[in-house]
């Protein structure tokens, strides 16, 4: 499962992975926008984060890093939002991976300056669903469960053992691409 934390709009997806396939099991937003106290809007995230774990029961979560931007109050705020979906996670004993948002588009698009659009169109070829999600944060979240698998080899991917233990893949777009040619189309 992957999260893009916001506090308007918090993005996710739900990836299932077999083997060496994966395919797309959920993809959606959390609203936030018209809570007026920040407060309220950390419990509905952590509310909504529960029960989206108590659905689809994911073995890990990956959840986008919050980029440095100049406005403090906005970092902080984003950095609760995070914080409490990583305490839903954990609650349920989930192991949590972070991803910065650059590493999150170069394994996505193979660009670490991808637009969202980019990234979302990319995300629409690997994972074939027909209907783009109207707010791109759903596909910001679903890009870091993507991010995620090609971190990760599919043979370990799920297992529950320590991190030490995973046996990791380059986790580049051309790695991806070498090993799906017959699914990938440039």
């Known amino acids: 499962m992957g999260i893009d934390p916001g506090t308007n709009i918090m993005g996710y997806g ?7 396939e994966y395919y797309l099991l959920s993809i959606g937003i959390i609203r936030l926008d018209k809570l007026e106290d920040h407060a309220l809007k950390l419990k509905h995230i952590f509310e909504r ?11 890990e979560l990956a959840i986008e890093a919050p980029f440095y931007g100049k406005n403090v109050q906005s970092m902080l705020k984003l950095g609760r939002a995070q914080g409490v979906a990583i305490a839903a996670a954990l609650m349920r004993q989930i192991p949590i991976y972070e991803y ?3 590493k999150i588009k170069l394994s996505i698009t193979g660009s670490g300056n991808s637009s969202k659009e980019q990234v979302a169109e990319m995300l629409q070829r690997l994972l074939q669903f027909k209907d783009m999600p109207t707010h791109l944060d759903a596909t910001d979240g679903l890009a870091a469960a993507m991010c995620h698998i ?26 991806f691409v070498n090993n799906n040619k017959d699914r990938v189309k440039k």
């Open 150 to 175: 090609f971190q990760f080899s599919p043979r370990s991917f799920g297992e529950k053992s320590t991190k030490s233990s995973r046996a990791k893949t380059s986790g580049s777009w051309e790695s």
């Open 49 to 59: 984060v529960t029960g989206l774990i108590e659905s689809y029961k994911p073995d």
């Open 100 to 102: 910065q948002p650059r």
């Open 14 to 20: 739900v990836v299932g992975l077999v083997g060496k």
